[in-house]
Structures are given as structure tokens and as C-alpha cells.
């Protein structure tokens, strides 16, 4: 099939991208590389010296003998262009990764919620217009986010995308609907994720597009069997305090000899997928769409939940690394519990890679082997989310429990 990977040279986009070509897929990378922009306002850098697009898709030619396209296209911004790239490409099927991802990121100020709503919602939006305005059938998977149910579960397992209500009828028995369940957004950037469901929702309903969401925990790990072909594939690995994701922190800070920077309590507790089961999952999306007329096909990609404190001791016991807890930059519940469904992938025949010492060891491997590259003053997360917070009052740190195993605060 034919396939735009839009986000295509991202920390999920680009693994995926060659994944799908390897199995004979025609991919085109599109991309406006504003990933790698916002790296440098940040002054930080992928820890794996990561190639340019150009030298990416050449050695991948090389290696497999297969061909990636690539287009350098604004989704948010270029209209026009992307309605001329679904024109003149025809794709089967679009994979959007195409959003600015971090939380942290998203909340510094006014400036970067703004520039996070207006890339995110405008992308997706962009792209629902354009498929309707072009006439043509193509299946959208979108990847969005675990956090858009919020963390909290209330005791049940979250189900994939829909809750089953009765709602109290004064005048007889209840009535029985189909909701979407109900959001719980804990940052703009997971904000901007419920508002790409609505869109979803609507223009599955108006014009019978045919889009799969995908609600991904948060991804760890750095390679995939395509990557590892030639060291100009290597995938990202973002550690610095904006856009480094818990594990792949810990896993890094664990091999520069950083103490592991648990949030608060450490009581969050998260859903995780390995990168290779991103790759996966995306595939087996696309090769089972939803019929014209469908619902939004929501499908839950996560593998495993885990607390924070537990990853942060597991990863210490595997590497002695010391464990630091300190004061929460964020506004997040401290303590949660997190039952999710993974029924659809489990029913494609999917065998979900798990947290595995070999590959957290594979992981921490990488980065002893780009160590010279962190720079250590960009591991704290600096992003502060409550006015409160920028006052000095932490959250969460405060709640640490008197006997917490904490070997350091800091
Ligand atoms: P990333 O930032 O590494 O990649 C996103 C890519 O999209 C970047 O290459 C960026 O340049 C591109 N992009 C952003 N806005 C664009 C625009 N307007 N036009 C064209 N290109 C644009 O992020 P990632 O970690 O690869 O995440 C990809 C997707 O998966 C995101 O939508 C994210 O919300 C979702 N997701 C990621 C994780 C995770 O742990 N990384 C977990 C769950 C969901
Ligand atoms: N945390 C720490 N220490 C750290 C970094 C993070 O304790 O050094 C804590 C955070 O406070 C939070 C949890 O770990 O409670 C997860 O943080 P994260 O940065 O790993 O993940 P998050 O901000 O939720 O975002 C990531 C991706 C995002 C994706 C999301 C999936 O950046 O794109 O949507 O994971 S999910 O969390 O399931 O919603």
C-alpha cells in the first residue's frame, strides 16, 4: 500500500517509516522538521547523533535498496501544499505523527500553549479538510495520546476510545448510549489531543472518512531491527527536560551517572509501549481499517502500566544507579492506579514487548555510548505548569512519604 508518514522524521515517525518500507510498503516522508527547530531553541540535542533527512533516506537506499520519498510540508500552515501532495501522491493510508508531542513543552507559557494548539488542532484539522476536499478514500491513523481519558480510572478497566452509559429517564427506564469517554486532559498538549477526537468524530459522521486513533502510552526504547541496519538510521533519543520521557530518562541518567529524577512521590502511574511495538502496531492499524460509515476506530496501544517509583527502583537495582526525588514541576495526581484495555491489538495476534532488563540494558548501552554528547544541565525538567509553581511552592514534593526509599532529595 501506499502510505504518507506525515511527522515521518520523528522519535516514532521515523522507526515507523522504515518499518513499513522494509515490509514493501511506498512510503513518503512528510515533514516540516520543526522537531529539529525546536531543538535548537532549546539548546538541547538528540543524545544519538541523528542524520539529516537526506543522508537518512540515502543510506536506507543503500542498505535495503528500497526508497523513501520525502516532502517538506507544514501541515499546520501550508494548506494548499498538502492538498496538492494528497492529489498528486494518491496514498492508500496517512500515518499522522505530525504534533508537537511534549507536555512540558507545551506548558512553558502562553507563547508555546499557543504555538502547540495552533500546530496540533490546525494539522489535523488541515488534513481531515484536504481528504474530503480531494474526493479521494484514504484511511487516516492518527497517533493520540493515553492521556486524553486522564489517569484515573475509577476502579475499571479504561475500554478503547467509548464508554457505555444509561442515562436516568424521569418519565420510565433509562436510555442507553454510546459515549465517547470522557476526557481528561492533564497539559495543552494532551488538551490538544481530545480536540483532534472531536474532529475525528465529526468528520467520520459528515463525510464517512474512514480514521483510526490510536491512544499510545508513552514509548521507550531507541532502535528498531531497521534502525540498527546502519548508523545513519539511528532513531532520536530525547533525554532534556522537556521532551526526555520518564524511562528513557531514567535509562539515560542511570548511564551518565545522573540520580533518577522522580517527580513528587513517584506514584504516577503510567501506560508503556516499546518503540519496535509502535512500529508494529501502526502496521497491523493499517492493515485493518474501518469500513466507510464506521464509528472512529479507537484502539488502545499501550503494553503494560507501571508507577514511576517502581521503574525508577527497577532501573536502579539493574544499574545502582542513586534515586532522586524532587519537587514536581508539573500539576498531575501523585498517586493513581491504571487498568487499560489492549483487547483489539491482542486480538490481531500481537505479543506485547514488556519491560525486559536485556532491552532496558540495550537501552542504557546507548547511551553509555553517547554519554560525551549529554549535557547534564539540560537533564531538570524546567517547565513549571501553575503560576503557584513559579511562585516557589512545589507540588507533590511535599507528599512524599516519610519512608519513601528516596536516597537522595534534592
Ligand atoms: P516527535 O516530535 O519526535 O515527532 C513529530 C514529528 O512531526 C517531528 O519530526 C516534527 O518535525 C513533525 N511535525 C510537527 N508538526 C508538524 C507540522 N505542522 N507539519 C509537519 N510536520 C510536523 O514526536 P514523537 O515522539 O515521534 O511522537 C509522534 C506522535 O506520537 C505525536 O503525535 C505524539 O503525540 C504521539 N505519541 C508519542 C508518544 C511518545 O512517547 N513519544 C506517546 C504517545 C503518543
Ligand atoms: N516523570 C518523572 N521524572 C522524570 C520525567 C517524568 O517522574 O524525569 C514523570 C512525570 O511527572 C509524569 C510521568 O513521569 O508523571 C510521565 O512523564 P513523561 O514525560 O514520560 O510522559 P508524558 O508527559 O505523559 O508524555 C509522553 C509523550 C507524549 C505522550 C504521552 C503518553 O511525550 O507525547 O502522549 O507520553 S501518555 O502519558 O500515556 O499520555
Redesign the pocket.
Known sequence: MKVLVLGGDGFCGWPTALHLSDRGDEVVVVDNLSRRAIDQELGAESLTPIATVSDRLTAWHEVTGKEIRFRNVDLAQDYAGLLALLESERPDAVVHFAEQ????YSMKDSGHKRYTVDNNVNATHNLLAAIVESGLDIHVVHL?????YG?GTAGMEIPEGYLDILIPHPDGDPVAQEILYPTHP??V??MT?TLDQLLFAYYVKNDRLRVTDL?????WGTNTPETKRDDRLVNRFDYD?D?????N??LM?AAVGYP?????T?G?T??FIHIVDTTKCVAMALDNPPVPGDRVKIINQ?AETLR?RDL?HKVAELTGAEVAY?P???K?DQENDLLVSHATFLSYGWQPITLDTGLMMEVTEIARRYGDRCDLSKIP?RSLWTKEQRAGVPAGYEDVPEGAPATVRV
Not at 491512544?215 to 514509548?219: L, N, P
Not at 521532551?243 to 524511562?247: K, R
Open positions: 508531542r511534549s507536555a512540558p493520540g495520546t493515553m492521556g486524553v489517569y492533564g497539559s498538549y494532551h489531543k491512544h499510545q502510552g508513552i514509548v527536560g521532551y526526555g520521557t520518564v524511562l530518562r531514567f541518567q533518577l529524577t522522580i517527580h513528587g513517584g504516577q503510567r501506560a499501550q514511576v525508577a524532587v514536581d514541576p508539573r498531575e525538567a
